[in-house]
């Protein structure tokens, strides 16, 4: 097992988060399964501590997770099929389908009850 450190910032989530994403699936009472769970747990607590009760809106949601997994706007399109709704969802002028989610929950494993939360889409008011 790799040594866990302590996440402080930016930097060290999106290392972790990376990490976690290698880790995803491993067999529970693993070395690789207790490493997700350890890390899981310190990612959970990073977030409750510089980010307390603040619920996240889907799309935000969307981005950060690009941004810490090193994704960018066209892999989410490869994701979709489509450029255009790609862009769309990002730019909140089109909401998610029930396919984006569940292409988002079972390809780049963002829970789906996450990204149902309903969200404003459109010309901002």
């Known amino acids: 097992m790799p040594e866990i450190r302590p996440i402080r910032n930016n930097d060290d989530l999106t ?18 399964g207790d490493e997700f769970d350890i890390l899981c747990a310190l ?13 996240m809106e889907p799309v935000e ?11 960018v706007p066209a ?5 979709f099929g ?21 292409k988002l929950s079972s390809v780049w494993r963002i829970p789906a009850d996450c990204l149902v939360t309903p969200y404003h889409v459109g010309a901002p008011q």
Do not use: C
């Open 15 to 32: 290392v972790t988060l990376a990490r976690i994403d290698a880790l995803w699936g491993a067999e529970h009472n693993t070395p690789d």
């Open 43 to 55: 990612v959970e607590h990073y977030e409750t501590q510089f980010h307390p009760n603040r619920p």
């Open 61 to 71: 949601l969307l981005l950060q997770h690009m941004e810490g997994a090193g994704k």
């Open 75 to 79: 892999d989410l399109a490869n994701l």
């Open 82 to 102: 489509s450029q255009s709704d790609a862009l769309e969802v990002l730019d909140r002028k089109r909401a998610l389908t029930v396919d984006m989610i569940h």
